[in-house]
């Protein structure tokens, strides 16, 4: 069975500091990783994904997440937090069934501080 | 190219009711999937729509049923509706490649409160 642990529901960071959000993973089988963020009484938006081709995979905004098998994780990261960032930010696996439905997990909060 | 578009935007109904709720898919695209989101939770997977054939369905009771029609766009029925059914319930459209890779596109959701 797939699913995802995100660790901190809520993070803050200063205008222009790093963001890391962390997710872990448990899998069967290889993992498909997602990172999703939804703005406030939006969808979600895809950030990134991995799929086993780079284990250091670049997204929109200037995110990035690494695949870290011995870890079991895929932390999401930004070297330059800006205001825009401010949002809600899910980690997901993909269960690789006929349906390929994602797990999600629950959700980090992101604040950004002038 | 036109996004995932779901109607309506927010609905309130009392418990026992029954509810429809739909949703376009992006062109193109020809999977639908369901999923609900209760405050504070991550999305939770109710089925999955492929070439008008339920293709999975998760952890949800029977009285959560769905449609897809040919032009793709899908259809979520919540019959005896409960108050826990209150949720964002998010519509994702795919096109599948035959690994589990496939990227789901969110449109922005249907609000339900049921009270």
């Known amino acids: 069975a797939q699913s995802v642990t995100q660790l901190g529901s809520h993070v803050s960071v200063s205008e222009g500091a790093l963001v890391l959000l962390r997710c872990n993973y448990s899998s069967s089988v290889p993992p498909y990783l997602f990172w999703y963020v939804q703005y406030p009484n939006q969808g979600l938006q895809l950030l990134l994904k991995?799929?086993?081709?780079?284990?250091l995979v670049k997204g929109i905004n200037g995110f990035e997440a690494e695949f870290k098998k011995s870890e079991t994780s895929f932390h999401l990261t930004k070297p330059s937090a800006h205001m825009s960032d401010a949002a809600e930010y899910f980690c997901?696996?993909?269960?690789?069934?006929?349906?390929?439905?994602?797990?999600f997990g629950t959700g980090t909060r992101l604040t950004v501080i002038p | 190219e036109t996004g995932v578009t779901q109607s309506p935007t927010h609905l309130i109904k009392t418990r026992g009711q029954q509810v429809t709720l739909r949703c376009s898919s992006q062109?193109?695209?020809?999977?639908v999937s369901w999923y609900q989101q209760a405050l504070g939770q991550g999305p939770q997977f109710i089925f999955q729509?492929?070439?008008?054939?339920?293709?999975g369905r998760g952890n949800f009771p029977p009285r959560f049923s769905g449609l897809q029609f040919p032009n793709y766009s899908s259809e979520l029925n919540v019959n005896a509706l409960e108050l826990d059914d209150s949720a964002l319930y998010l519509c994702?459209?795919?096109?599948?490649?035959?690994?589990?890779?496939?990227?789901?596109?969110f449109g922005p959701g249907t609000r339900l409160t049921v009270l």
């Open positions: 994702a459209s795919s096109q599948p490649s035959g690994s589990g890779s496939d990227t789901q596109y």
């Open positions: 729509y492929y070439r008008e054939e339920e293709n």
């Open positions: 062109s193109g695209h020809n999977t």
């Open positions: 991995y799929t086993s081709a780079a284990t």
């Open positions: 997901a696996v993909s269960d690789q069934t006929g349906a390929n439905n994602l797990f």
